[in-house]
């Protein structure tokens, strides 16, 4: 593997980094300052990051640069319209890819080593080289009223946290292809067995804040996912390019919104969107390819093909075929997901039975908690609330027979519980778990899903060793509050039952 001095160089137009006012840094030496703090952060030492700063657009290009490139890993370009039409911009980029190739390729492991930074829109990007066009882009602003907005904190507090996030989002993903440059594992080592491929559908506009989240949110977590460039958008290349990516998918997630999306030149005249649900919903029944599919609850649309198509999925089985149907808000859909590869990585994990129900068809959880971690709580009860489920907690107050007699019954009518272990002690946990082995008393001949124990801060020598041991239907709550933590439980509940 090459070895580099220089980890990142950043192409931009001069133009593009005027400040707006006089006392201020313009957007890319801010984004450069900004990164550079992030991607250190993540690689656990000084990221080298170089730029331009003092030559001009009308200079004659400069050796400096070009020498520079073979000890550079890689490459972001800010684009921009003044990026696109400038020759010595896209020299830079063409010089770039023309060293790349000569010092260890122009990808590793099929990640690309040039990063696309859409600063604002671009109507075309035919004068920039073939191994960029093909690049996935870091969209850096918003539409607001079919006007882009850049993301910068000087235009409000929304776009100064969406810019942070989506800088955030970059500079992981580049500490991730940095650390594979420099990392160098023979292949006779034992290797950790690989995660699952995951297509996760280009979607419309309203919905990719939500698929970028999602996909950082994998891709930190180890899996892979596609499509990891851009697509063609001659309509007869992009199914044979989404047929192809699809087959190295254990599974496919879309995201609906409320806007067609992009169509491809073609006959067919169908979005991006509904041109991946086909082609997935085709891989689902010739090879059995899990799918979710997530249509927020109330989405409708003016645009009668898009209504059309959400109609569709609610009310026509071939269109959501081999599908979950998610309803519910982004953190539900998530824990769908992670539900779903778990079961996939893991399906003799789950053994299961008839789903049992509350009343009203909602599954009714008895959150048992001290008084004091009540308010402590409220984020897991939310996202349970939000999943469907109806949630007890115990009763406090009363004479103490009342309360222990009001405190059985619950236990008895619940589908499943959940111990809040959190400012409680060893002496409180001891004396609830005593209390649950008294469930099958409690409950006659009704099935229990599940019995969980949520583990809550402060951390504890007795907690860390509950996850030390790996003890059974644990969740770890000790961080922030956390869907994936909760996959286990979500696919308990709705497969079925599991022994306690």
């Known amino acids: 593997m090459t070895s580099f001095t220089q980890d990142l160089f950043i192409s931009y137009a001069h133009i593009d980094n005027q400040p707006m006012t006089a006392d201020e840094k313009g957007w890319v030496s801010r984004f450069h300052s900004t990164l550079e703090a992030l991607l250190s952060m993540r690689l656990g030492k000084r990221a080298r990051i170089w730029r331009d700063d003092k030559l001009q657009g009308n200079d004659m290009f400069a050796d400096k640069i070009t020498d520079q490139f073979a000890q550079t890993a890689l490459l972001i370009s800010v684009l921009t319209p003044r990026y696109i039409n400038s020759h010595w911009c896209t020299k830079e980029v063409a010089e770039f890819c023309k060293t790349a190739q000569q010092y260890g390729g122009i990808s590793i492991d099929n990640k690309s080593r040039?990063?696309?930074?859409?600063?604002?829109?671009?109507?075309?990007?035919?004068?920039?080289?073939?191994?960029?066009?093909?690049?996935?882009?870091?969209?850096?602003?918003?539409?607001e009223d079919d006007a882009p907005v850049e993301l910068d904190a000087m235009y409000g507090k929304r776009y100064g946290e969406a810019y942070n996030l989506r800088l955030n989002?970059?500079?992981?993903?580049?500490?991730?292809?940095?650390?594979?440059i420099e990392t160098d594992v023979s292949d006779s080592l034992p290797q950790e067995k690989a995660k699952a491929t995951v297509y996760l559908a280009e979607c419309s506009y309203d919905q990719k804040e939500a698929r970028g989240l999602l996909e950082g949110e994998l891709q930190h977590h180890g899996?892979?996912?596609?499509?990891?460039?851009?697509?063609?958008?001659?309509?007869?290349?992009?199914?044979?390019?989404?047929?192809?990516?699809?087959e190295r998918c254990t599974l496919s997630i879309h995201l609906v919104g409320n806007i067609?999306?992009?169509?491809?030149?073609?006959?067919?005249?169908?979005?991006?969107?509904?041109?991946?649900?086909?082609?997935?919903?085709q891989r689902s029944k010739s090879n059995s390819l899990p799918r979710v599919i997530w249509l927020p609850d109330g989405t409708s649309s003016d645009k009668e093909s898009q209504q059309a198509f959400i109609?569709?999925?609610?009310?026509?089985?071939?269109?959501?075929?081999?599908?979950?149907?998610?309803?519910g808000d982004v953190e539900t859909l998530k824990a769908s997901v992670y539900a779903t590869l778990k079961k996939?990585?893991?399906?003799?994990a789950l053994q299961l039975a008839?789903?049992?129900?509350?009343?009203?068809?909602?599954?009714?959880?008895?959150?048992?908690?001290?008084?004091?971690d009540l308010k402590a709580t409220v984020p897991l009860r939310k996202f349970l609330r939000k999943a469907g489920f109806t949630i007890n907690t115990p009763i406090f107050e009363g004479a103490a027979g009342a309360v222990r007699e009001a405190n059985q019954k619950l236990m008895g009518e619940c589908?499943?519980?959940?111990?809040?272990?959190?400012?409680g002690d060893e002496s409180w946990k001891h004396t609830l778990d005593n209390e649950l082995k008294k469930l099958p008393g409690y409950r006659g001949d009704k099935p229990l899903l599940g019995r969980y124990t949520y583990l809550a801060q402060p951390t504890t020598a007795k907690k860390e060793d509950l996850i030390d041991m790996e003890e059974d239907n644990l969740i770890d709550g000790l961080g922030d509050f956390s869907h994936e933590a909760m996959a286990d439980f979500m696919q308990v509940m709705s497969a079925g039952s599991q022994p306690l």
Not at 169 to 180: G, N, V
Not at 311 to 327: E, K, N, R, S, Y
Not at 344 to 348: Q, V
């Open 344 to 348: 996939l990585e893991k399906p003799e």
């Open 169 to 180: 989002k970059l500079a992981w993903h580049i500490s991730q292809l940095l650390e594979k």
């Open 223 to 246: 899996y892979t996912v596609l499509p990891d460039r851009q697509l063609p958008r001659d309509e007869a290349d992009y199914v044979t390019a989404v047929q192809s990516l699809l």
């Open 114 to 143: 040039i990063f696309k930074v859409l600063k604002t829109p671009v109507d075309s990007q035919e004068t920039l080289p073939l191994e960029m066009k093909d690049a996935l882009g870091y969209d850096f602003f918003m539409m």
């Open 311 to 327: 109609t569709a999925l609610h009310q026509d089985d071939q269109v959501q075929f081999g599908a979950d149907l998610i309803t």
């Open 415 to 423: 589908d499943a519980v959940i111990l809040f272990y959190g400012s």
């Open 354 to 372: 008839a789903p049992a129900q509350g009343d009203g068809g909602n599954k009714l959880i008895y959150l048992i908690c001290n008084e004091q």
């Open 260 to 281: 067609y999306g992009a169509v491809p030149d073609g006959p067919s005249e169908k979005s991006v969107v509904v041109l991946q649900n086909e082609l997935a919903a």
